[in-house]
């Protein structure tokens, strides 16, 4: 990480776990574990959970995020939340493109664009995901295919909204597998990214983007990832529920 330039972000993604009951019991305990962070956290909790999240994290140093958010400011769109209705909660950032995402609901490159950009548009901030599968990894085109999402998710984002911009490097088969990429493999991609903000934007804004890296990272292993110099913070799963573990990360993200 280097602070000087850009902020840490610790973010929580919860997915598909967790009751409002059960996030208000999970909220109560992060409190007071993350109250003394030098870096930002997130946690983005379930739909359903957005609007207790909110209430209960007033006055504290957690922000809440979304996990996903629809393309169009409202219409026909049968079980999709757009970007107003977030701001109006008072949810502060959004996830695109989590893998997840576009495993199991058909997200491509384009959609991922386009929820991006209404986001930004609403004032939320936006951590986009990119990454490959392991066949992918396994095929050599690691840093072409995370350049090409990169660019596509940020294609009619100005410079200056790209200070409402971060990027979380996920790769696929470290999700939810319990397999980590390499402190070594997590700089090289992360490193890689910078290079095409670079490219699309100047020096400048890319040496103040946040890059995450999210695929398993654990209170076993932040340390050594979070001690990579483009490695800027992380997007979290299993390891979010688990308010010791996330304050763990939280603690190495801080230093």
């Not at 209960?56 to 219409?75: D, M, R, Y």
């Not at 946040?210 to 990832?225: C, F, K, P, R, V």
Request: proline share 2%; with cysteine.
């Amino acid at each position: 990480m280097n602070k000087a330039t850009r902020k840490a972000i610790i973010a929580g993604n919860w997915k598909m776990n967790k009751t409002a009951t059960e996030a208000a019991a999970l909220i109560a305990d992060l409190i007071p574990a993350v109250k003394n962070a030098d870096c930002e956290v997130v946690i983005c909790p379930p739909f359903t959970d957005l609007v207790k999240a909110v209430e209960l994290t007033k006055g504290t140093n957690i922000h809440v995020g979304a996990q996903n958010v629809h393309f169009e400011k409202s219409g026909a769109f049968t079980g999709e939340i757009s970007a107003d209705m977030l701001k109006d909660l008072g949810v502060a950032y959004v996830i695109t493109g989590h893998s997840e995402r576009r495993q199991y609901f058909a997200e491509t490159d384009v959609t991922v664009n386009k929820r991006t950009a209404a986001a930004l548009a609403a004032g939320l901030k936006v951590i986009v995901c990119v990454g490959e599968t392991l066949e992918q990894r396994e095929q050599g085109v690691t840093a072409e295919l995370v350049a090409l999402q990169t660019k596509i998710a940020l294609g009619g984002v100005s410079a200056d909204d790209m200070k409402n911009i971060v990027i979380a490097y996920e790769p696929v088969w470290a999700i939810g597998t319990g397999r980590t990429a390499t402190s070594e493999q997590a700089q090289e991609v992360c490193k890689n990214i910078r290079a095409v903000v670079a490219e699309l934007y100047g020096n400048a804004v890319a040496e103040a983007t946040t890059i995450q890296y999210g695929g398993s990272m654990n209170a076993g292993n932040a340390d050594e990832l979070l001690g990579k110099a483009d490695v800027d913070g992380g997007l979290i799963g299993g390891a979010s529920l688990k308010p010791a573990d996330f304050a763990a990360i939280v603690t190495a993200a801080s230093k």
